[in-house]
C-alpha cells in the first residue's frame, strides 16, 4: 500500500505562513495603468470641457432657430437706407421719353 | 427658356468713381442678344449725389429676346416697382429697332428673380413706353426713369448699343 502524503495544513500553520508572506512591489506601469496622467494644458481642457443645458432650455431655442428662420425666409429686409437720402422723393416717371444721343454725343 | 438674370441693390456708398464714365454713374448692366446687338446700360443720377445716399434696387432679366428691366423702390413713400422690356432687333442696313415696351415680367416671376416674397408687396407703376426706335451702332438712348418732384434730381437710363455682327 502506497503512502499518502497530505499537504493539508492547519488553520494555524496558514495564520503563520500568512504572517510571513510580503506583498510583491506594484510594477511601475501598474499606476499609469489605472491611473493616467490627465492632460493639464487649457486647449485640452477647453475642448474636454462641456456643459449641462436642461432639455426644455435646448428646445426652446431650437423653436426659436427655426422661428427667426422662417421669418427670415418670408421677409426681405430693405437695404440701409438714408431715409432722407436725395433719392427719397424720387418717383417713377409717367412717360418714357427717349432721346438719342448719336456716338459723337455719347462719347462726349 | 433661356434665363440670365442680374440684380443688383445698388448703393452709391459703395459704388467705384474711378469706374464712372459718366459722371453719377450709379451702377451699370450689360449684355448681348442672340442676335448679336450689345447693349450697355448705365444707371446715372443727374446731377451727380454725394456719397452716402442711396438708391433702391435695379436689374435686369433676360428671356424669350427680350431684356426686362425693373427697378424697385422700398419706401418713401410706398413700395413700388417698374420697368421696361427691351428688345433690340439688327436691321440690313446696318442700324438697330430698338422696342421698348411695358415690363412684361410677372410678380411671381421677379419674386422668384429675388428669391424672396418681395414684388408682391410692391406696387407696379407702368410708364408709358414710346414708339420703336432706329438707332445706329454705337448710338445711345437715354431717359429718365425716377424723377424728384421739383424735376431737379433724376435717375437716367442710358442705353449704349452696338452690333457685333
Given at each position: 500500500?502506497?503512502?499518502?502524503h497530505?499537504f493539508?495544513m492547519t488553520?494555524d500553520?496558514?495564520?503563520?505562513l500568512?504572517d510571513?508572506?510580503q506583498?510583491?512591489?506594484a510594477?511601475a506601469?501598474?499606476?499609469?495603468a489605472?491611473?493616467?496622467e490627465?492632460?493639464?494644458?487649457?486647449w485640452?481642457?477647453?475642448?474636454?470641457?462641456s456643459?449641462?443645458?436642461p432639455?426644455?432650455?435646448?428646445a426652446?431655442?431650437?423653436?426659436?432657430l427655426?422661428v427667426?428662420?422662417?421669418?427670415?425666409?418670408?421677409?426681405?429686409e430693405p437695404p440701409v437706407?438714408?431715409?432722407?437720402?436725395t433719392?427719397?422723393?424720387?418717383?417713377p416717371?409717367?412717360?418714357l421719353?427717349?432721346?438719342?444721343?448719336?456716338?459723337?454725343?455719347a462719347n462726349n | 427658356?433661356?434665363?440670365i438674370?442680374?440684380?443688383?441693390?445698388?448703393?452709391?456708398?459703395v459704388?467705384?468713381?474711378?469706374?464712372?464714365?459718366?459722371p453719377?454713374?450709379?451702377v451699370?448692366?450689360?449684355?448681348t442678344?442672340?442676335n448679336?446687338?450689345?447693349?450697355?446700360?448705365?444707371?446715372?443720377?443727374?446731377p451727380?449725389?454725394?456719397p452716402?445716399?442711396?438708391?433702391?434696387?435695379t436689374?435686369?432679366?433676360?428671356?424669350?429676346?427680350?431684356?426686362?428691366?425693373?427697378?424697385?423702390?422700398?419706401?418713401?413713400p410706398?413700395?413700388?416697382?417698374f420697368g421696361?422690356?427691351?428688345?433690340?432687333?439688327?436691321?440690313?442696313?446696318g442700324?438697330?429697332r430698338?422696342?421698348?415696351d411695358?415690363?412684361?415680367?410677372s410678380v411671381d416671376?421677379?419674386?422668384?428673380l429675388?428669391g424672396?416674397?418681395?414684388f408682391?408687396?410692391f406696387r407696379?407703376?407702368?410708364?408709358?413706353?414710346?414708339?420703336p426706335?432706329i438707332?445706329?451702332?454705337?448710338?445711345?438712348i437715354?431717359?429718365?426713369?425716377?424723377?424728384s418732384p421739383?424735376g431737379k434730381?433724376k435717375i437716367v437710363?442710358?442705353?449704349?448699343f452696338s452690333?457685333?455682327y
Amino acid at each position: 500500500m502506497e503512502e499518502q502524503h497530505s499537504f493539508e495544513m492547519t488553520d494555524d500553520e496558514l495564520n503563520a505562513l500568512l504572517d510571513r508572506w510580503q506583498a510583491p512591489v506594484a510594477p511601475a506601469s501598474l499606476r499609469k495603468a489605472v491611473f493616467p496622467e490627465k492632460s493639464h494644458t487649457a486647449w485640452r481642457r477647453f475642448w474636454a470641457a462641456s456643459i449641462h443645458v436642461p432639455v426644455p432650455a435646448v428646445a426652446f431655442i431650437v423653436l426659436a432657430l427655426l422661428v427667426w428662420a422662417a421669418l427670415r425666409s418670408t421677409t426681405v429686409e430693405p437695404p440701409v437706407n438714408a431715409s432722407r437720402s436725395t433719392f427719397g422723393n424720387l418717383m417713377p416717371v409717367r412717360e418714357l421719353k427717349v432721346r438719342i444721343l448719336e456716338r459723337s454725343h455719347a462719347n462726349n | 427658356m433661356r434665363t440670365i438674370s442680374v440684380i443688383s441693390l445698388a448703393i452709391l456708398g459703395v459704388v467705384s468713381l474711378s469706374a464712372a464714365d459718366r459722371p453719377g454713374k450709379i451702377v451699370s448692366h450689360g449684355m448681348t442678344f442672340e442676335n448679336g446687338v450689345e447693349v450697355h446700360i448705365d444707371v446715372v443720377a443727374e446731377p451727380p449725389v454725394k456719397p452716402n445716399s442711396s438708391i433702391q434696387g435695379t436689374g435686369i432679366n433676360y428671356s424669350d429676346g427680350k431684356l426686362h428691366r425693373y427697378i424697385w423702390k422700398w419706401k418713401d413713400p410706398e413700395k413700388i416697382y417698374f420697368g421696361y422690356d427691351l428688345t433690340a432687333e439688327p436691321l440690313p442696313d446696318g442700324t438697330i429697332r430698338v422696342s421698348i415696351d411695358p415690363l412684361s415680367l410677372s410678380v411671381d416671376e421677379l419674386d422668384k428673380l429675388a428669391g424672396a416674397k418681395m414684388f408682391s408687396s410692391f406696387r407696379p407703376v407702368i410708364p408709358r413706353c414710346p414708339y420703336p426706335q432706329i438707332v445706329k451702332d454705337g448710338d445711345t438712348i437715354a431717359f429718365d426713369i425716377l424723377v424728384s418732384p421739383d424735376g431737379k434730381q433724376k435717375i437716367v437710363d442710358y442705353l449704349d448699343f452696338s452690333r457685333k455682327y
